[in-house]
C-alpha cells in the first residue's frame, strides 16, 4: 500500500468508517479456504455491528 492508500485508510479510522482493504488483507491471512464479503457486504456488517453493539464509540 502506498502512502495514498495509507492515507487514505488513516482518515477512514479517524472517522470511524469501516476500512474494505484492510478487512481484505485480514480474511486473506487467516480465511484463506472462505471467500470474503463482498463490499457492499462488508459496510453492512460493519455499520451493523458499531451501531446494534449497544455502545456508540463517538463524542458527541
Request: charged fraction near 25%; proline fraction near 7%; aromatic fraction near 14%.
Amino acid at each position: 500500500m502506498g502512502w495514498i492508500g495509507q492515507a487514505r485508510s488513516n482518515v477512514k479510522t479517524i472517522f470511524g468508517m469501516p476500512d474494505y482493504q484492510k478487512y481484505l488483507e485480514h480474511h486473506k491471512s487467516t480465511h484463506p479456504d472462505q471467500p470474503p464479503m463482498s463490499e457492499k457486504e462488508y459496510y453492512m456488517y460493519a455499520l451493523k455491528n458499531r451501531f446494534d453493539s449497544g455502545t456508540v464509540n463517538r463524542c458527541c
